[in-house]
């Protein structure tokens, strides 16, 4: 056959063809026939170069023409079919009736719905939510609450010392908090009377684990400066957050407590909210408060008279009251979580079933 009759006999073939078919994948077959590299047209536009001198212009004018010609046509067919049928991207492999994969919903981890919780009850009371740094200097942390370098409240907190990038200090220590309390000073220093702040984070000491400690665990820390503030409001707003987050007709217990920042110092407890405080439970020992019939929530008092004053404060005009106590606690109290730990290992079939 002479070149003018293959060319021809391609067209007539290949053009038809492609009008007629209704799916990609059949057009993306079709392309790879007449284009691909060991395609139809190809070879012909290959064998240009064997043509007779006197010929090989026109052979290759008409054979370029006709590779145009099948570009255009698989174009328009690819827009016809798309434009038919939106979904053309289905093939006959795409089974739908296969269940659909299921998209994970990311929810809130536990600790931070407690903390979400308690600062919305705080918040509702006329607190305002604040954060802090987690390395801290020794001053917030410890001197500036009444406990200096060589006190022996400094060995219950098993602090982790951190190394200031920017040069150790051996005046100025760094540390990892080991409470939320140095954030009291930090927020009397940048702010006046009256004050009322919640102040949730993360906290670490460096000390063993068990279902009710861990090394890294977060507190809630409320303080309330104002003139003429009392113990009685400190009890006022505890049983107000207790009654919130527990219900009901909860009792607050305070006994006497001693921190070197608060004075007088109190330690106070919630009564179970399970048990209603009586320690049974299904004629056994209640799992909640261990049988004692009361939930440990917090340390507090009146913020310290040196505390006011060495931010600038008249401790004969102002008072305050403070408290602090431990997120993960509460938090494994309202989900049920018997072992704080579990909070921390990421373990999403825990996480996702509390
Ligand atoms: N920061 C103390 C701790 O971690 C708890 C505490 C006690 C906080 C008394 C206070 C307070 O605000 O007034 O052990």
Not at 112 to 132: N, P, Y
Not at 135 to 149: M, Q, S, T
Not at 202 to 212: L, P, S
Not at 280 to 302: L, N
Request: glycine content about 8%.
């Amino acid at each position: 056959m002479d070149w003018r009759a293959e060319t021809q006999a391609l067209r007539e073939q290949a053009l038809p063809e492609i009008a007629t078919d209704d799916h990609l994948l059949a057009l993306d077959e079709r392309r790879v026939r007449w284009l691909g590299r060991n395609g139809l047209i190809t070879k012909l536009l290959r064998s240009i170069v064997s043509a007779p001198d006197a010929e090989r212009r026109e052979f290759g004018a008409a054979a370029n023409a006709l590779k145009a010609e099948v570009e255009a046509a698989l174009e328009h067919q690819i827009a016809k079919v798309k434009a038919a049928a939106p979904d053309s991207r289905l093939t006959e492999q795409d089974d739908l009736t296969l269940p659909g994969r299921p998209v994970r919903l990311g929810r809130m981890h536990p600790i931070s719905r407690t903390i979400r919780e308690i600062s919305r009850i705080f918040l509702s009371m006329g607190f305002e939510a604040v954060e802090g740094p987690e390395i801290e200097w020794d001053y917030y942390n410890f001197e500036a609450l009444n406990i200096p370098k060589g006190h022996p409240a400094r060995d219950k907190f098993n602090t982790l010392w951190a190394s200031n990038p920017l040069g150790d200090d051996p005046s100025r220590p760094m540390l990892f908090r080991t409470h939320t309390s140095p954030m009291q000073i930090r927020i009397m220093e940048q702010r006046k009377p009256p004050i009322r702040v919640i102040v949730p984070g993360r906290c670490y000491r460096f000390e063993a684990t068990d279902a009710t400690h861990e090394s890294v665990f977060f507190q809630y820390e409320g303080l309330a400066i104002d003139e003429k503030l009392s113990m009685a409001d400190l009890k006022g707003v505890l049983y107000s957050f207790a009654r919130q987050l527990f219900g009901g007709e909860r009792k607050v217990r305070f006994r006497p407590d001693y921190f070197p920042f608060t004075e007088p110092s109190a330690e106070i407890a919630f009564d179970c909210f399970v048990c209603d405080g009586s320690g049974q439970k299904d004629g056994g020992r209640c799992p909640t408060c261990w049988g004692s019939g009361w939930i440990e929530a917090a340390g507090c008092g009146m913020v310290h008279p040196d505390a006011l004053r060495r931010v600038g404060y008249d401790p004969d005009k102002y008072q305050g009251f403070a408290f602090g106590g431990g997120v993960d606690r509460l938090a494994g109290l309202l989900t049920g979580t018997p072992d704080i730990r579990l909070f921390h290992q990421n373990d999403l079939r825990y996480l996702e079933s509390v």
